[in-house]
């Protein structure tokens, strides 16, 4: 799972792929490199770790040469090393891949017996002797490309060199997306439309199963059987302009601190200045007739979408299912007519989200993704957008992106409520009334952060945190406990609070922290009394609620962090705040690297 960028043209290569990587390292900081061709043959630049370490090399040993193809890493098959870098070939050709070739066993077997010899562990590679030992055999590029495409199985992207043929790039794209992009006098392969933006805004996607041949003069796209297609070429809106950290330590920080605005600018869209009432686009569905809805994501969009399968529930009452996507897509599951498939992702790119949503259109679902990049994979895919408009995200651990999915869910239960008339017209308004008043009380939190800062040193000294929570609020256990592991490595749990005696319970002593998310509301008295139940065995209770909800349980609390009141609806969007700031502050004092935690990636494209 990788980022890869390409280019055949009349500039220095080297600079641009550097370039367009920069923009890809969401996708993975494992290793990096490039290749270009050189006097017609094939030269290489690769490093392990980060892609400042590719640069320091080039800065060092210049790769010349205006066609060339290059590679930010995600390690799947083989570990994270210089030898597993790609761009990964032979003399005659040099390949770059996004995906994992599932039968690469087999075909490596198949190339071994004929002679190819394999210098790493990948699953790439078998793609480059593969595509070497055709052309060795006497194919063209295009025809060995052809013939090699016909064996993969599996996801890929690809951008391939060739030796000898300065003019050429061959890429595909199978589960896996490439853009091709045209500049004025040089053409692009890359990942995605951010990677070439600033290079050239007129791009055309692939589909799956493409192929296409790019040369100096253009592109000529070809579908899974070889036939000659068209694929429109469009204007991108993306920029990518650098993005920088300003003041703060880190993108993390800088982009929790940007929530108030975030929350405020998607409220402004979405709510109708006038009524102060939900005012949603036009979706395509009727919402009095929805028979399901049915929610799938990963990592912190899962448990975003599982907050607003409580709300859209309860409020809505609309019958919903909510589900990893790595499971979802292969648990096979029917699903009614009339259903809605809400899909959520932040990249707008993830592998099995993507999936999931197209397991969903064959079942006839209407498809609607709340996305943070309008013109992702997933975006394109879509029925219909509610876009979180939080701008990039670049730090690792989500966090503006989490509160925007939130903000994007409660609003649209409560236009969903109004539509299907299940809540009193005064009710939806108050509710309303709860969310315009998070910006301010968010910003309130975010100017206090003593208190996180002396719990994080209670935090950091310990090996096992507990992270309780119920109905709204138990996603948001979920959350911290993630946002901890991510990014301080110390290991926690989220757990439904009224569960917790049927397990974890068992863990509680006094080294283990117990975190309670919980504001006052309907739920209170009952977490409360699962507190009781953990106090009672000696364990560290930590309470984040209001005032009323602190001073109730201020008898057992050993630290309490005190947010402004809120209704319980908003609460959730409120309550995500101080446990990404708490995780920020673990990991500051364990000296980890916030941004980029190791082993992790931005966006993950494979499955
Ligand atoms: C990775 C990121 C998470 C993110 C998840 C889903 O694991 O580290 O922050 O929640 O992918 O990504 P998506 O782009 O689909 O929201």
């Known amino acids: 799972m990788c980022g890869i960028v390409g280019v055949v043209g009349g500039m220095p290569a080297s600079p641009l792929l550097l370039d367009g990587l920069r923009r890809l390292e969401y996708r993975g900081y494992d290793s990096a490199g490039i290749a270009t061709l050189v006097n017609g043959h094939i030269e290489r630049r690769r490093a392990e770790g980060k892609l400042a370490n590719l640069a320091a090399i080039l800065a060092q040993s210049p790769l010349p040469g205006v066609t060339g193809i290059?590679?930010?890493?995600?390690?799947?098959?083989?570990?994270?090393?210089?030898?597993?870098?790609?761009?990964?070939?032979?003399?005659?050709?040099?390949?770059?891949?996004?995906?994992?070739?599932?039968?690469?066993?087999?075909?490596?077997?198949?190339?071994?017996?004929?002679?190819?010899?394999?210098?790493?562990?990948?699953?790439?590679?078998?793609?480059?002797?593969?595509?070497?030992?055709?052309?060795?055999?006497?194919?063209?590029?295009?025809?060995?490309?052809?013939?090699?495409?016909?064996?993969?199985?599996?996801?890929?992207?690809?951008?391939?060199?060739?030796?000898?043929?300065?003019?050429?790039?061959?890429?595909?794209?199978?589960?896996?997306?490439?853009?091709?992009?045209?500049?004025?006098?040089?053409?692009?392969?890359?990942?995605?439309?951010?990677?070439?933006?600033?290079?050239?805004?007129?791009?055309?996607?692939?589909?799956?199963?493409?192929?296409?041949?790019?040369?100096?003069?253009?592109?000529?796209?070809?579908?899974?059987?070889?036939?000659?297609i068209t694929r429109v070429k469009k204007r991108t809106h993306l920029t990518g302009a650098a993005i920088g950290k300003g003041n703060f330590r880190h993108?993390?920080?800088?982009?929790?601190?940007?929530?108030?605005?975030?929350?405020?600018?998607?409220?402004?869209?979405?709510?109708?200045?006038?009524?102060?009432?939900?005012?949603?686009?036009?979706?395509?569905?009727?919402?009095?007739?929805?028979?399901?809805?049915?929610?799938?994501?990963?990592?912190?969009?899962?448990?975003?979408?599982?907050?607003?399968?409580?709300?859209?529930?309860?409020?809505?009452?609309?019958?919903?299912?909510?589900?990893?996507?790595?499971?979802?897509?292969?648990?096979?599951?029917?699903?009614?007519?009339?259903?809605?498939?809400?899909?959520?992702?932040?990249?707008?790119?993830?592998?099995?989200?993507?999936?999931?949503?197209?397991?969903?259109?064959?079942?006839?679902?209407?498809?609607?993704?709340?996305?943070?990049?309008?013109?992702?994979?997933?975006?394109?895919a879509s029925d219909a957008i509610l876009d979180t408009i939080a701008g990039p995200e670049v730090s690792v651990a989500s966090t503006k992106a989490f509160t925007a999915q939130l903000t994007v869910l409660a609003v649209f239960t409560l236009a969903m409520a109004r539509a299907r008339g299940s809540m009193a017209e005064a009710d939806i308004a108050r509710l309303t009334a709860s969310l315009l008043e998070i910006p301010a009380k968010a910003a309130e939190i975010l100017a206090h952060e003593a208190a996180i800062q002396r719990l994080a040193i209670r935090i950091a000294e310990a090996r096992d945190v507990l992270y309780l929570g119920r109905g709204g609020c138990y996603p948001i256990a979920l959350e911290g406990a993630l946002k901890l592991k991510e990014i301080s490595y110390i290991h926690a749990e989220g757990y439904a609070a009224g569960e917790m005696k049927h397990g974890p319970i068992a863990l509680i002593d006094k080294s283990v922290p117990v975190i309670a998310i919980c504001p006052s509301g309907p739920l209170f008295e009952k977490t409360a009394s699962n507190l009781q139940e953990a106090a009672a065995r000696g364990g560290q209770i930590i309470v984040i609620s209001d005032a009323e909800g602190a001073g109730k349980l201020g008898g057992i609390a050993t630290e309490t962090i005190i947010l402004p009141a809120i209704d319980a609806f908003a609460a959730p969007i409120l309550y995500a705040i101080p446990v990404q700031m708490l995780a920020y502050h673990v990991a500051m004092l364990k000296g980890t690297d916030v941004d980029q935690p190791r082993n992790l990636a931005k966006s993950v494209t494979v499955e």
């Open 251 to 380: 993108f993390m920080e800088k982009e929790m601190h940007e929530q108030p605005v975030v929350i405020g600018d998607l409220l402004h869209r979405m709510v109708d200045a006038t009524t102060r009432l939900p005012a949603l686009p036009i979706l395509p569905f009727h919402p009095q007739t929805i028979s399901r809805i049915t929610i799938s994501a990963c990592g912190s969009g899962y448990y975003a979408g599982l907050v607003g399968k409580f709300w859209l529930e309860a409020y809505a009452r609309i019958c919903v299912e909510a589900d990893v996507a790595s499971e979802f897509r292969y648990r096979a599951p029917p699903m009614p007519d009339g259903g809605i498939g809400l899909l959520l992702s932040q990249s707008g790119e993830t592998a099995d989200t993507l999936a999931a949503l197209r397991y969903m259109r064959a079942q006839n679902q209407a498809i609607v993704s709340i996305v943070n990049v309008a013109e992702s994979s997933i975006a394109r």
């Open 70 to 228: 290059g590679h930010t890493r995600w390690a799947t098959h083989g570990a994270p090393t210089e030898t597993n870098a790609h761009p990964h070939g032979t003399a005659r050709v040099a390949v770059v891949h996004n995906g994992i070739i599932e039968n690469h066993i087999d075909l490596r077997a198949e190339l071994e017996a004929a002679g190819q010899i394999f210098s790493t562990e990948t699953d790439t590679e078998t793609i480059a002797q593969l595509l070497d030992l055709l052309l060795a055999e006497g194919a063209t590029p295009v025809e060995a490309a052809r013939a090699a495409f016909a064996r993969l199985e599996g996801a890929y992207a690809l951008a391939i060199i060739f030796s000898g043929h300065p003019e050429l790039m061959i890429g595909a794209q199978r589960g896996a997306p490439l853009a091709v992009g045209y500049g004025e006098t040089e053409m692009y392969l890359g990942s995605d439309a951010l990677a070439l933006a600033p290079l050239t805004q007129e791009i055309a996607y692939l589909e799956d199963g493409d192929w296409v041949v790019v040369s100096r003069a253009g592109a000529e796209f070809f579908d899974r059987d070889g036939a000659a």
